[in-house]
């Protein structure tokens, strides 16, 4: 018997795959290798080079591998270019996930978890942002999450499988420097970038309503967001009969950008004072997570500190940027 993880090649998806074989249990790969790499799995893990709207090719895949459980990690995640490109990511994130629901019903699969978003909430006029704080998306990408979350709990429900969606927070860091995020969508890669090139970080407005006037955002160590992972497949295989579960992962900690870029240039040593520049539209000014429910029904909690996070995203930066 083996737990399906789609997506797992990916930055986020082979911290997961990597987590649930420290754990002794037995994982297949599906991923179409668009932004995933073959050379972040662990030796011996059986990767599926293919789509996730491929239903023969996860009917095989169910059927050979004996599949008990689904972690659907899969999906296109950047904010921006789904604003440019919404039927795209409905059809990747909304269709991809239906046929892979689909093929998991009527194969029998009982357990299901699907990685969500902090996308899902928007603009959330709230300290901390609980599980049931009104989701309002702000762009087709927390839509697709949002309506995937509806599609798990509503197939839960009608097949009998149980179901986890976890919310994840801003994801940073890496277990290891080879797993590290070679995407540059967010603060802490993007501030490397200009780090790198010479140049003063940007800080997208000084003018929010908090202390020191620059955004907050609950950090999130991506080593600690697949040890959430593991401890939601220990509850979907002990109990997935009464298991609907929708959880934020984060630490309950806010940090502003500032605060962010103070800690970068102590862990790099380098001068990364940032340059503030006009608010990027739609970003909210605080968002952080309640972290009470997930310890409450997973007994999990982040190890991780900030500086966790930017000394390993580093290791990692300097690993694929030599020069
Ligand atoms: C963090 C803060 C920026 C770059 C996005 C998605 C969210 C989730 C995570 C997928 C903000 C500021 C950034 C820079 C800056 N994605 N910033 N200078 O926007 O909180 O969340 O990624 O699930 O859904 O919306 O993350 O890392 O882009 O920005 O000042 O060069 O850093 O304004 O306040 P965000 P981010």
């Known amino acids: 018997m083996s737990w399906l993880i789609t997506g797992g090649a990916g930055f986020i998806g082979a911290h997961v795959v990597r987590a649930m074989v ?8 599906l991923d179409d290798l668009s932004t995933g790499d073959p050379v972040r799995l662990p030796a011996g893990v059986p990767l599926v080079n293919g789509s996730t709207l491929d239903r023969a090719l996860l009917d095989r895949v169910i059927a050979e591998h004996r599949v008990e459980g689904v972690l659907h990690i899969a999906a296109k995640k950047q904010v921006g270019e789904s604003v440019a490109l919404p039927l795209h990511y409905y059809r990747e994130n909304v269709e991809g996930l239906r046929v892979v629901l689909e093929a998991a ?46 599609l798990v709990r509503a197939t839960g429900r009608a097949h009998g499988m149980g179901t986890v969606a976890l919310r994840y927070f801003n994801v940073a860091g890496a277990a290891t420097p080879e797993l590290g995020d070679p995407g540059v969508f967010n603060l802490v ?19 929010y309503p908090t202390p020191d006037g620059t955004c ?47 800690v970068i240039g102590r862990v790099t040593g380098l001068d990364a004072r940032g340059e503030v520049v006009d608010r990027r539209p739609g970003d909210p000014a ?3 997570a309640s972290a009470e429910l997930i310890a409450k029904e997973l007994g999990w909690t982040a190890q991780y500190g900030v500086e966790e996070m930017i000394a390993s995203a580093w290791a990692g930066w300097q690993l694929r940027h030599p020069e």
């Open 22 to 29: 420290e754990d002794g249990i037995s994982v297949v790969v």
């Open 105 to 150: 019903a009527e194969a029998g699969v009982r357990r299901f978890l699907l990685s969500s978003s902090a996308a899902v909430y928007g603009m959330p006029d709230v300290e901390t942002v609980t599980e049931s704080t009104p989701c309002a998306p702000m762009s087709p990408y927390g839509e697709t999450k949002l309506v995937g979350e509806w």
């Open 189 to 207: 890669p993007m501030v490397f970038e200009r780090l790198a090139a010479g140049k003063a970080p940007l800080v997208f407005g000084a003018d």
């Open 216 to 262: 907050i955002r609950d950090y999130i160590h991506v080593a600690d967001i697949a040890t959430a992972h593991v401890a939601a497949v220990h509850r979907l295989r002990d109990n997935p009969d009464d298991t609907e579960l929708v959880l934020n992962i984060g630490r309950g900690e806010g940090v502003s950008v500032s605060e962010m870029l103070d």
């Open 286 to 288: 605080r968002v952080v």
